[in-house]
């Protein structure tokens, strides 16, 4: 991963505290959001973005769907561009207004190589950090995708809006 990258992420992440005695609660429905992303592409890095879509009902629950575009990236001959769509429960901690979660899903996804293509169903499996201003939210993730000719190892910087 891209160090540069990886240190916006804890950074943004550790920032996250620093607003929450001045913050109000997390607000509960549907959320729209999107996001700046960094994924290891086994050995290659690729920028992207994410488009994310939820439901919370509860403070300890959220579903959530997102499309990945996990970059595109060449080095030496070698040339991957991957993307995916992913559902995913979340499973969510509140101390304040920041939450802990963690993501388990599936992800339908494609790459595409110089060599070779691919795409299909696999897990997903994820971990975040999040505040929430009332209806606005921030969220550092990491989330892993085991596919069959690679593993994508990604981490995400997102913004989100909780419609009421």
Do not use: C
């Not at 559902?87 to 899903?105: K, P, Q, T």
């Not at 691919?118 to 929430?132: K, M, N, R, Y």
């Amino acid at each position: 991963m891209n160090s540069k990258f990886a240190l916006v992420v804890a950074l943004g992440a550790v920032s996250l505290a620093s607003f929450a005695p001045r913050a109000a609660a997390a607000d509960n429905g549907f959320y729209l959001g999107a996001g700046l992303t960094q994924t290891d592409l086994g050995g290659l890095d690729g920028n992207g973005f994410k488009i994310i879509a939820g439901f919370r009902p509860l403070d300890w629950l959220a579903v959530e769907a997102n499309y990945i575009d996990m970059g595109s990236e060449s080095y030496g001959g070698d040339s991957v561009d991957a993307s995916a769509f992913t559902a995913s429960g979340l499973l969510l901690a509140e101390f304040a207004v920041i939450d802990l979660y963690a993501r388990v899903g599936v992800a339908n996804y494609q790459t595409d190589t110089n060599y070779f293509s691919d795409d299909g169903w696999e897990p997903t499996l994820g971990a975040g950090i999040g505040a929430h201003f009332g209806s606005l939210g921030l969220r550092a993730e990491y989330e892993v995708i085991d596919a069959s000719y690679f593993e994508a190892k990604t981490l995400s910087l997102s913004f989100t809006y909780t419609f009421l």
